[in-house]
């Protein structure tokens, strides 16, 4: 039995960024989805439109799961708006009498899942949703490399822009640290 639907592929739906980096629309929606955040800073307009192409907008309410700890993932999520709480299971250490803990909350323009998307491995903690929900923009490995390789003026500033952050954000907890002795 033939169908007689057309057949219809991705690329005849959505657009590709050749097709979006001049729609002043999406130009604008880029610049603000990634305006001010940590893993586009330095990005030149066309820039962010390429890689506003190759991610996926998520909406998650507050305290929705959006990825748990020791799962194996390939993503990695810019906070659009809301915050995106980062926890941490003592269990999973061998501490079977602490409660999970809140160690950070992420806001607007910052990144998570950065660890996994780097180095293959298992989510190092859980992320929820904020008291006010979230909206991401997460982007697969596969996707962020094949943009890096194709453009490697991209590729360099996303690669140093990560790991600016995180360098900061290991600054942050060895002051910590050095704070609580």
Same mark, same amino acid.
């Given at each position: 039995?033939?169908?007689?639907?057309p057949d219809t592929h991705r690329e005849d739906i959505v657009p590709g960024p050749e097709?979006?980096?001049?729609?002043?629309? =999406?130009?604008? =929606?880029?610049?603000?989805? =990634?305006?001010?955040s940590e893993i586009a800073d330095g990005l030149a307009p066309d820039q962010l439109v390429? $890689?506003?192409?190759?991610?996926?907008?998520?909406?998650?309410?507050?305290?929705?799961?959006?990825?748990?700890?020791?799962?194996?993932?390939?993503? #990695?999520?810019?906070?659009?708006? !809301?915050?995106?709480?980062?926890? $941490?299971?003592?269990?999973?250490?061998?501490?079977?009498?602490?409660?999970?803990?809140?160690?950070?909350?992420?806001?607007?323009?910052?990144?998570? !899942?950065? @660890?996994?998307? $780097?180095?293959?491995?298992?989510?190092?903690?859980?992320?929820?949703?904020?008291?006010?929900?979230a909206r991401l923009m997460a982007f697969t490995c596969a996707e962020l490399l094949a @943009?890096?390789?194709?453009?490697? !003026?991209?590729?360099?500033? @996303? /690669?140093?822009? #990560?790991?600016?952050?995180?360098?900061?954000?290991?600054?942050?907890?060895? /002051?910590? $640290?050095?704070?609580?002795?």
């Open positions: 039995m033939t169908s007689t639907e097709t979006l980096s001049h729609d002043p629309m =999406f130009i604008e =929606f880029a610049q603000q989805v =990634f305006g001010g390429q $890689l506003a192409a190759i991610g996926q907008m998520r909406v998650y309410d507050s305290g929705d799961l959006i990825c748990d700890e020791h799962e194996h993932s390939d993503e #990695l999520y810019i906070v659009g708006s !809301g915050a995106v709480e980062v926890w $941490l299971d003592p269990a999973s250490i061998g501490d079977q009498t602490s409660a999970p803990r809140k160690i950070a909350s992420l806001q607007a323009g910052q990144t998570c !899942g950065e @660890l996994a998307l $780097l180095d293959g491995g298992v989510r190092s903690a859980r992320l929820r949703a904020g008291p006010h929900g @943009l890096c390789e194709a453009d490697t !003026g991209i590729g360099y500033r @996303l /690669m140093r822009n #990560l790991a600016g952050a995180l360098a900061l954000r290991l600054r942050l907890q060895d /002051m910590q $640290l050095y704070s609580s002795e």
